[in-house]
């Protein structure tokens, strides 16, 4: 068939200028700006996915541990009069694990913050992003706090507190596992804040901060906010504890945080000329604004060596936890809906824009692909030939995928010549979230061998890595493998077709290829809405050279495609074209296990694949059997007319029944409106 000539002229006609504006690669079709390149939707699911739904505020991850175990850590008691304090105000209280010199500030910090945050290094305004979404403090009605006081001594005990705080973040600082009450085992030590527990007498304030504050001279700095005056900001500090103060010097507090003074301690040799006294617990205490004053040191750690400092303050300090949080990340999740990850995966629309003015094909798939490298594979027949059952002598790409799926039968009519996979997920090792996309020609006999030479010359292309601003694979290089007569297999990181007609002078961006995860709507695990699916604005999208693509300027272009598991090896219900309504996932593509693929789509009813050129336009609004693009009692009429004489139009659950719930399908439909 040949392109009808409406849509040529439509194309010519939307791209008079199109080397001025063209749709933006970025996964999301805007209707706003693009509506005038991709038209309307030309395909709808029609089937509930059988590959996990992305439905919004989902996330995984999180454990960061046990920190409410915890019972050992740095016990102080200040007397309220040194505060300003009765005993029956509301306080706040910030603070954090900090370096020697307190310029370097660790991920242990009193309140939230996002999950899986590292070490936060110098001052920070936590009123700027992404501190602005979470509280970097606490706040605490002493009112409620019982009035029994608590023994000094680095431990709960069996005494009365109240908890204010529990930790949930990893440490950056090292995670305690020797269990020595100082903290100096074989294995080093670690800091962390696990939780903040208050008590309180008739003239004591008691801070329980359970967890460990290492030897080596790591801080911890408590910020006291009574209430009164108080300062938003650090400056710069005096007295013997100045440097706690101007080692966060330009540090902004959250919005309605006024630290009125500082508690901080440490670990100091005592005795620097012989070095042969160890670190011992030192603390400093004073108003933010005015000198603080260095309190003095114990004589060590444990409740042993708990005991007073100047001032009424007394202090002890117990490091043998070795529960509490964790120290690496927890390899938490996004909560959905995010850009770039997903929690299932989905196929809900499809629409196309054919560039002939710009020799460019642009296809949006509204929907999703989870982050764990399932594999949306995408078939492009454009042109005579071509390999309607997959060979096993194409190129090795995707660790040899494209081969592990051969014996894979399409539909008589189709015949792929050019297959592309995107895919994402998490790096094993470095943890970063990555997307990438493959490309390799399907030529009707297999890859090209050169005939004088038997080595290949066709390439398998690659695109991808971390996931950046713009979540973008390009198939711009630079990689290229020139066959030297070496070479088994050529991968390169530009676009297979016309790189192999002149690998020394490969072509950037003839393929682009970008992944938008941000939707938590369209077809559901359960059902398959098509208003829903229809109004999907994100997904994956591409653009395409048809010279690359392979494209005879003749033949209509047909797509085909699914969603696998990362092997390839089991495909989903979301298929291009879809499957029969109400139909599980298709399953292994070697049925039988007898290790040949027997996936034939000539078994299933229906084209599984889409008219990309001539295609015929799904109906964005089902509900609107009048055709006038609204919906009112004339469409509800229409429906129950059809209904009730079983014309297939009011099969709106497609099982070729009709009842109860056609007639839901039809008021969900109707009451989805219209796009």
């Known amino acids: 068939m040949r392109v009808s000539k409406s849509m040529f002229a439509a194309t010519i006609a939307a791209c008079s200028g199109a080397a001025l504006a063209q749709p933006v690669i970025d996964g999301i079709y805007d209707p706003g700006t693009e509506s005038g390149f991709y038209g309307d939707v030309i395909w709808v699911q029609n089937n509930a996915t059988g590959f996990g739904d992305n439905g919004p505020g989902l996330f995984q991850g999180g454990d960061f541990g046990n920190p409410e175990v915890v019972s ?35 991920n242990q910090i009193i309140g939230a913050l996002p999950i899986d945050t ?43 507190w109240s908890q204010v705080f529990l930790q949930g973040n990893y440490t950056g600082f090292g995670d305690e596992t020797d269990g020595t009450v100082d903290g100096s085992g074989p294995n080093g030590g670690g800091s962390e804040i696990d939780g903040i527990y208050i008590a309180k007498d008739a003239t004591n304030l008691y801070i329980m901060v359970a967890g460990n504050l290492e030897n080596n001279g790591n801080g911890l700095d ?61 603390a400093f205490f004073g108003p933010i604004g005015s000198d603080i004053d260095d309190l003095g040191s114990l004589a060590g750690y444990g409740a042993a060596n708990a005991g007073a400092l100047a001032g009424g303050v007394m202090m002890g300090i117990d490091n ?32 196309v824009y054919i560039d002939t003015a710009n020799n460019r094909l642009y296809v949006f798939i509204g929907g999703n692909i989870q982050n764990n490298y399932n594999k949306f594979n995408m078939f492009f027949d454009v042109a005579p030939g071509g390999q309607n059952v997959l060979l096993d002598t194409n190129v090795d790409i995707s660790f040899n995928g494209l081969n592990g799926m051969a014996g894979i039968t399409f539909d008589s009519a189709f015949a792929p010549d050019y297959w592309i996979n995107t895919n994402n997920g998490v790096d094993g090792g470095t943890g970063a979230l990555n997307n990438f996309s493959d490309a390799a020609t399907l030529r009707t006999n297999g890859a090209n061998i050169d ?17 950046g601003a713009t979540p973008i694979m390009d198939f711009s290089g630079p990689r290229v493998d020139i066959q030297d007569g070496t070479f ?12 192999a007609l002149d690998p020394f002078n490969p072509t950037a961006g003839l393929v682009q290829v970008s992944i938008d995860n941000s939707n938590v709507a369209g077809v559901t695990d359960v059902a398959a809405d098509p208003a829903a699916a229809a109004a999907v604005n994100t997904g994956v999208e591409l653009c395409i050279d048809l010279d690359e693509l392979g494209w005879d ?57 889409i008219n990309l050129t001539n295609p015929v336009v799904s109906n964005p609004c089902p509900a609107d059997l009048t055709n006038d693009g609204s919906l009112n009692f004339l469409d509800v009429s229409a429906f129950l007319a059809a209904f009730g004489n079983q014309d297939p139009v009011a099969d709106f659950q497609p099982d070729g029944s009709f009842n109860f719930l056609d007639v839901s399908a039809f008021l969900a439909a109707f009451g989805a409106g219209c796009p």
């Not at 109400?582 to 292994?588: C, L, R, T």
């Open 488 to 499: 088994g297999s050529l991968f390169s990181e530009y676009a297979p077709r016309l790189l």
């Open 320 to 351: 043998s936890n070795i529960e509490g949080v964790i120290g690496s990340q927890s390899e938490s999740t996004p909560v959905s809906p995010d850009t770039n990850w997903a929690y299932g995966s989905e196929i809900d629309n499809c629409r």
């Open 451 to 467: 005939p004088d030479f038997a080595v290949i010359t066709d390439y398998g292309s690659y695109s991808g890595g971390e996931v």
């Open 222 to 282: 408590l910020y006291i906010d009574t209430g009164a005056g108080g300062s938003s900001s650090l400056g710069g500090g005096s007295g013997a504890g100045g440097f706690i103060i101007d080692g966060q010097s330009g540090l902004a507090f959250d919005s309605g945080f006024d630290a009125d003074y500082v508690y901080s301690v440490d670990a100091w040799n005592d005795d620097e000329d012989d070095g042969t006294t160890p670190n011992v617990p030192r």
């Open 72 to 106: 050992t850590g740095i016990e102080i008691k200040i007397p309220l009069a040194s505060l300003g304090l009765s005993g029956s105000e509301t306080i706040r209280i910030a603070g954090w694990v900090n370096s020697g010199d307190r310029t370097f500030k660790s």
């Open 553 to 609: 300027g003749s033949q209509d272009i047909l797509m085909a495609g699914w969603i696998s598991n990362d092997g390839f090896s089991f495909l989903s219900n979301q298929v291009l074209g879809g499957l029969p309504a109400g139909s599980a996932n298709v399953g292994p593509r070697d049925a039988d296990d007898d290790g040949i693929n027997d996936l034939d789509f000539n078994a299933i009813a229906g084209d599984q694949f």
């Open 118 to 160: 590292g070490n936060l290094g110098g001052a920070q305004n936590f009123n700027d992003a992404p501190f602005d979404t979470t509280t970097q403090h606490i706040e605490v009605d002493l009112s409620g706090v019982p009035a029994t006081g608590a023994t000094v001594d680095g431990s709960l005990g069996a005494d009365a």
